[in-house]
């Protein structure tokens, strides 16, 4: 991203917006829309065989080892180029209604227009996406679609959810990847705020099913910094009490027990071959997808 980069991206402009589908537009008319036309291309791809170069194919699939052993160009052929089928998966438990003293957007907020913009680009380059809201449950699940107009149905499907209940990670992705029956990207954005074993034991469960993984992780600043200095009410959330506490005497016992509860997190995604992203709700959507994708690029090409 450049300096010039819009601002329409800034979740504190796009905080001052009324309404889904108006942010949703703000983004799509934003940087996100002079990405790369296909900035997904990759993710489902399978090595299948190899085949001749013909003249105007694109040299990123030569295979160079072959070249150096024969001083023939053929080029690697994959899987799924160009069905790609992209899940997304998104919390809405009461968790993820939380929103700092100085966050621009609630996580969930956040959460629906980084979802918005994933599905735009998918569908831009005509490929489908889902969109599956949970919380202990599954609350929709819309399924994958490349049509132009599915846009819509998400984004209204996304702007009618509202975070109220408990989460229940672990058995909602078992359940998801017996659902999915077609290979392809699943993306889930969430707080992850649930038992790490049982999270991650579900996300195996999609890679077995050979889907590729993706987490974004949505947190506030307020939870990655606990800038509280006052004795602060903290609400409790997915039936957890309210706790009046001096959040000083909190603060370096918190702050380690997020570093292990991330770390755990990026340690089993990182076993498991699982790409993730941290996603503090005051970082624009552009930098976030753009820094991503780019780095996905570079793995794929």
Not at 39 to 63: K, M
Not at 235 to 260: F, I, N
Not at 279 to 284: E, F, G, Y
């Amino acid at each position: 991203m450049t300096e010039n980069s819009p601002k329409s991206l800034d979740p504190r402009t796009l905080a001052k917006l009324k309404g889904l589908q108006l942010r949703a537009k703000h983004i799509v008319e934003g940087y996100v829309a002079g990405l790369h036309r296909s900035p997904f291309r990759g993710f489902s791809i399978e090595f299948a065989e190899h085949r001749e170069y013909t003249p105007g194919d694109d040299l990123r699939y030569v295979d160079w080892k072959v070249f150096g052993r024969t001083d023939k160009i053929h080029l690697k052929q994959y899987e799924d180029e160009t069905n790609l089928v992209c899940y997304l998966v998104l919390d809405s438990s009461e968790s993820m209604q939380y929103q700092g003293p100085d966050s621009p957007l609630s996580k969930f907020e956040y959460a629906q227009c980084l979802a918005a913009a994933i599905a735009w680009l998918v569908l831009q380059q005509q490929d489908s996406v889902g969109l599956v809201t949970f919380d202990q449950i599954l609350r929709s699940n819309l399924r994958p679609s490349s049509r132009a107009s599915h846009l819509q149905q998400i984004l209204q499907v996304l702007d009618s959810t509202t975070p109220v209940s408990k989460t229940s990670l672990g058995p909602i992705f078992h359940e998801l990847a017996e659902r999915f029956t077609k290979r392809g990207v699943v993306i889930v954005l969430s707080d992850f705020l649930d038992d790490v074993d049982s999270l991650l034991a579900g996300l195996k469960h999609f890679q077995h099913r050979r889907h590729d993984v993706v987490l974004f992780h949505i947190m506030d600043p307020a939870e990655l910094e606990f800038p509280f200095t006052q004795p602060t009410l903290f609400q409790g959330m997915e039936s957890l009490p309210d706790l009046l506490t001096d959040p000083k005497s909190l603060r370096k016992a918190y702050l380690e027990e997020l570093q292990q509860f991330t770390s755990q997190i990026r340690a089993g995604c990182r076993r498991q071959g699982m790409d993730y992203r941290q996603c503090p709700t005051d970082h624009a959507f552009d930098l976030i997808l753009a820094n991503y994708l780019s780095q996905r690029s570079v793995k794929v090409t």
